[in-house]
């Protein structure tokens, strides 16, 4: 059964700090999505990674896979306040579907 | 384009009645999905389509079903409503996408409280 578990689950950081979340998954796979869901809405898709060693950034986010570790990392650069969500990342089970199984989430709180 | 749309927002059931929550996308997307997602936990798979016809079950089927007559549309069925199901619903769509992306884009959700 394909585990993906994330941590920390919670994550209260200041403004301007760096951070990183851990996105660790149990079973072989090459595609992995990390979203954001603001409270009481929808999932935003932010990163899409297709192969071992892709990274991909987007303002003061970065994500990055590793196939071989099983290892998803996203890293905050300088936290805003704006960033505050949850995050999650999904992993594809079959490969040509699109059928994901998701970790639990990391709530980010950043303070000013 | 609307994207994905779906409806009710909210609904509140009594139990063992039953409902059809309804999805939409027009974005000509072959790949539709069903997801809840319980309080401060992550989205679990629940039904999957992959065209017009085809549908298959995902990691918490029992106690719903779903058609898929249409590429456009991917109603989810609850029957005998149970306070278990309780939960908000998402519905998603992708297509292949740009190296086999598969992408996925949500919905805004349907509410659903069983009592």
């Known amino acids: 059964e394909l585990k993906v578990e994330q941590n920390p689950l919670f994550l209260s950081m200041q403004e301007g700090k760096n951070y990183t979340i851990y996105c660790n998954y149990s079973t072989t796979s090459d595609r992995l999505y990390w979203y954001r869901q603001d409270p009481g809405k929808s999932l935003e898709s932010l990163f899409v990674l297709l192969s071992n060693g892709a990274v991909k950034q987007e303002g003061r986010l970065m994500a990055s896979l590793d196939t071989k570790a099983r290892l998803s990392t996203l890293h905050i650069t300088a936290a805003v306040h704006d960033l505050s969500a949850t995050y999650f990342c999904?992993?594809?089970?079959?490969?040509?579907?699109?059928?994901?199984?998701f970790g639990q989430g990391t709530t980010l709180q950043v303070k000013p | 384009n609307a994207g994905v749309t779906q409806t009710p927002k909210f609904r509140i059931l009594k139990i063992g009645q039953s409902m059809t929550l309804q999805c939409t996308q027009d974005?000509?997307?072959?790949?539709m999905y069903w997801y809840r997602q319980d309080p401060g936990m992550g989205l679990k798979l629940i039904y999957y389509s992959v065209g017009a016809g085809i549908t298959d079950k995902g990691e918490v089927p029992n106690g719903y079903n779903v058609s898929r007559s249409t590429t456009e549309d991917f109603p989810l069925r609850l029957e005998l409503a149970a306070p278990s199901q309780t939960s908000v619903y998402f519905c998603?769509?992708?297509?292949?996408?740009?190296?086999?992306?598969?992408?996925?884009?949500f919905g805004p959700g349907t509410r659903l409280t069983v009592t």
């Open positions: 998603a769509s992708s297509d292949s996408g740009t190296g086999g992306s598969y992408e996925q884009y």
């Open positions: 974005m000509n997307h072959n790949y």
């Open positions: 999904a992993v594809d089970l079959s490969g040509n579907t699109g059928k994901l199984i």
